[in-house]
């Protein structure tokens, strides 16, 4: 069993930045991909990158390409989305994940053994 705890989350401005982070504890040795998806309120949950457990492969929305990059440090445990330049179309639920799965890291939600509750980004015009 693998927990995920999401932080970093807020209110900011357009063309601003966040930092959300993801710590990992328990089983983590089925965190081979992780991510990171988002819901906004009436719309469906959307992938927003992810990334494999080397580091060396990552995957965008086009949504965020160039304004949005994924890491992790593996020693820690901990997924991070550090997200700038900021729009309000970016306002949205957005959720952790993490499953053991070979490349390349699934786009599907359905794939994501593991989900964290959630962190809350508000960005007003």
């Known amino acids: 069993q693998v927990h995920l705890v999401e932080s970093g989350g807020g209110s900011v401005q357009t063309g601003g930045s966040l930092r959300l982070s993801c710590a990992a504890s328990?089983?983590?040795?089925?965190?081979?991909?992780m991510g990171w998806f988002r819901q906004a309120p009436g719309k469906e949950r959307e992938g927003v990158a992810n990334?494999?457990?080397?580091?060396?492969?990552?995957h965008y929305a086009d949504s965020v390409k160039g304004r949005f990059t994924i890491s992790r440090d593996n020693a820690k445990n901990t997924l991070y989305l550090q997200m700038n330049s900021l729009k309000p179309e970016d306002t949205a639920m957005y959720y952790c994940?993490?499953?053991?799965?070979?490349?390349?890291?699934?786009?599907?939600?359905?794939?994501?053994?593991?989900w964290g509750q959630g962190t809350q980004v508000t960005v007003s015009s």
């Open positions: 994940v993490a499953t053991l799965s070979a490349l390349p890291c699934p786009n599907n939600p359905a794939m994501y053994k593991y």
């Open positions: 990334i494999y457990i080397l580091g060396d492969s990552t």
């Open positions: 328990g089983y983590t040795y089925s965190t081979a991909c």
